[in-house]
């Protein structure tokens, strides 16, 4: 393990068991490489991340790229969460391009670099899948932070990602051209699989960190004045439900609607927010407390 400028570097085990199967099968060469494309493709990320002022605590290697530990997970403008996510595959295309430059040259080995074209290509095109933790996992998930609730898109892309996890290690025991298995995409297949069921498990934790957040997230916004994105509920409706409507990028006034379609009493998110997490009116029904 390394650290340097704040940020812990180390290997996850799935790198260094392929490090060593690199020693008996006489790939250590390119494997060499696919650390240095790799460790790039995370310095984009942690480079751009740390230039919003986020706490990049750890970066865990894989053959295929990293998982860069934050505390701002949801926390921050889904904007943020975009830029860094495609940090990461433009490292890989600026390397592919400046390949190609050399190449154009003739002054250096073609077999080299058309695998170090070849490994850029590959690692920026997976990368982008839309599978957690991955780039594209990501990107998805902040963009549909725009449209949908907060707690409905971290559910929509966790299942997206368990789907494909599984299509990954579908495919690489099909018997493709007569071949055997994919050893390789079944390895990631099979880590990307348990990081979602993982990532599924404690979910809520996560929800809870974004609850948590709004507060800081929202101060500045009434200080300079800002649009609240309204909700509307019946009376009926309890705390739970009402914070799992909020939506990462806007702040809300809940509208409590009597039965006759008059509005009943109008509660800033924040108060909804405190019940939540005193514990003990948070299935309560808002009539109940605020009417």
Avoid at 41 to 68: I, M
Avoid at 93 to 110: C, H, I, K, R, Y
């Amino acid at each position: 393990m390394i650290k340097w400028l704040g940020t812990r570097y180390r290997f996850h085990p799935l790198f260094v068991l392929m490090m060593l199967l690199s020693l008996f099968t006489g790939y250590f060469v390119e494997l060499i490489t696919l650390f240095g494309i790799v460790l790039i493709h995370e310095l984009g990320h942690v480079f751009t991340a740390k230039s919003f002022g986020w706490n990049v605590t750890e970066v865990q290697l894989l053959p295929f790229g990293g998982v860069a530990v934050v505390e701002e997970s949801g926390n921050v403008p889904a904007r943020e969460d975009l830029i860094v996510a495609l940090a990461g595959p433009l490292q890989n295309l600026w390397m592919a391009a400046f390949a190609l430059l050399v190449l154009a040259t003739g002054w250096a080995d073609p077999e080299w670099w058309i695998y170090f074209i070849q490994a850029n290509l590959w690692i920026g095109a997976f990368n982008l899948l839309p599978i957690l933790p991955l780039d594209g996992g990501k990107i998805l998930q902040a963009v549909l932070s725009y449209f949908l609730p907060y707690h409905r898109t971290l559910l929509l892309t966790t299942w997206i990602s368990l789907i494909m996890s599984f299509g990954l290690v579908a495919a690489s025991v099909f018997p493709w051209n007569g071949g055997g298995v994919h050893l390789n995409l079944l390895v990631i297949g099979l880590f990307l699989l348990y990081s979602n069921w993982y990532g599924y498990r404690h979910l809520p934790f996560q929800f809870v960190r974004f609850l948590m957040s709004r507060h800081d997230r929202f101060a500045t916004s009434w200080i300079r004045g800002t649009i609240a994105q309204p909700i509307i509920v019946s009376g009926g409706h309890r705390v739970t439900e009402i914070m799992r409507l909020l939506m990462r990028e806007q702040y809300h006034l809940i509208y409590i609607m009597g039965d006759q379609g008059s509005i009943r009493h109008v509660v800033p998110e924040q108060r909804l927010i405190d019940v939540y997490f005193s514990g003990k009116k948070r299935n309560d029904a808002v009539s109940d407390l605020f009417v």
